[in-house]
């Protein structure tokens, strides 16, 4: 059984890791959910949710506008040739999470450690990073080394590299 809202946030709060979270309605793409920028500061996310041609699995996080060559984006994370995404019962079955929901935080439901998680470095520069906690309908904040503090608890090292064009 997937990990809920709540469960993230017992985590974070069992970790002492501040966190605040606005609830709005749901947003499937970046477009709808840039409306929220004013009320929410900080480094806005995007993930992308891919497989390579041998089955291994990728999280790769980014800023929000970051552009990614998918015909490239293989060298540069360690997957075996080329990447597409992953079919939205793969998505379930790894991270326990539907599209429109994927962000950073879906790390606590790879109990496995069978996705690599994959940071574009320029997201790091930003001092509070935000993402969906598990479900589209909120925005959760979280200061970047809390959110380092956070993958390691999961048993997550991401690679955090330049991934953006």
Known sequence: MPKTRQDLFDCLDALAISHSTVGHPPVFTV????????????????NLFLKDKKGACFLVTLEENAEVNLKRIHGLIGASGRVSFAKPDVLMEK??????SVSIFCAIN???????????????????????????????????????RFLAHTGHSPLILKVSE
Do not use: F
């Not at 991270?95 to 429109?100: A, K, Q, Y």
């Open 110 to 148: 790879d109990m496995q450690n069978e996705v690599t998680l994959v940071i574009d470095a320029p997201l790091m520069d930003n001092e509070i990073i935000n993402a969906h906690p598990l479900s589209n309908d909120a925005t959760t904040s979280i200061g970047r080394e809390d959110l380092k």
């Open 31 to 46: 477009a709808e959910s840039q409306s929220l920028r004013d009320t929410i500061p900080g480094g806005h996310t995007r």
């Open 95 to 100: 991270l326990g999470v539907t599209p429109g």
